[in-house]
């Protein structure tokens, strides 16, 4: 099976170069020739045109377009365009972080022109090019059996870490609830260390601890090797923004909680504690200071200087991971500025929910 892939950022890219890798025919296109140009040279074939892409899947029916932007209403205006591009028996397989009620329409709009709809929950980030992805993979059992080839050479083995979930909308709901689980690791790791590194009176080492963990300890885990490979590398986190993105999955994993009446407290104020790190400054807490004082005529504390911060742009296809680590922060400030704008680099298009043909 020939396949494109639409969107070529360091997780499409990186995704055709383990394709190609892999011995599978893969076109990458993009908006930026750049990004077009970078996986050309690194073996891959891209294409410059949504025509030319197309042109080169071969025999109608028989296509398969893999979407990789960013959500929300980017990936609505791809698929959007495919519909009137492809025929019926062809595939649409969105790998993007889509909401599943906005794909279980995709796939009933697409299902009316014979084409169909496969959602692919990707896990991986830019370890995924070396490690392969975990993908959480929604649609028809004929179009996911077509689409096994491709998803064996991303899998990090041909028989481990993808499956089938279920119908249209099964694999994006699922990588849901997997991105709710993970922000509530990622806020209790957060949490721990920030509460040892305030108890100056042990003089107690992150990195020394982190490492101690990573073996034998119940909380070992991924998250836990990347923090303890950065705290060995003495990453400065100091030059870092407490600015935590949030791509809408923590979101809608609380209201798919509230809907069903399923108690979620953990991921509920993860979710949470990451709004407040967009806040530069928070209103209710200027509130309360104003509060306290009227009532009780406290002591407060002004704002002099707002907070200003900087934006370094996501990792390149074909980077190696290591360029993400903490401690490399400091040299990419001044590299090229990626592909496609600061909301966008973030994981922040997709938040809100998207109607057709916006």
Known sequence: MKMGMIGLGKMGGNMVLRLTRGGQEVIGFDRSEESVALIEKQGAKGARTMDELIASLGEPGQRAVWVMVPAGKITQSVIDDLGQRLAPGDIVVDGGNSNFKDTMRRAEHLETKGIHMVDVGTSGGVWGLSEGYAMMVGGTEEAVGRMRPVLEVLAPEPDKGWGRMGPSGSGHYVKMVHNGIEYGMMQSYAEGFELMRHKEEFGL????????????????????????EALKNSAD?????????????GRWTIIDSIEQGVPTPVMTLATQ??????????????????????????????????????????????????????????????????????QEQLGETGQARVEGNE
């Open 273 to 342: 504690m990451r709004f407040r790190s967009q806040q530069e400054t928070s209103y209710a807490g200027q509130m309360l200071s104003a509060m306290r004082r009227a009532f009780g005529g406290h002591a407060v504390k002004t704002l002099e200087t707002p907070k200003k911060e900087g934006f370094v742009p996501e990792v390149e296809p074909g980077q190696h991971p290591k360029a993400a680590a903490p401690e490399n922060i400091p040299a990419s400030r001044d590299g090229k500025q990626g592909d496609g704008s600061m």
């Open 205 to 228: 080492d992150m990195a020394q601890i982190a490492e101690l963990w990573r073996y034998g300890s119940v909380i070992r885990s991924w998250l836990l090797d990347l923090t303890a």
């Open 237 to 249: 986190f100091d030059q870092l923004s407490d600015y935590v993105a949030d791509s809408g999955e």
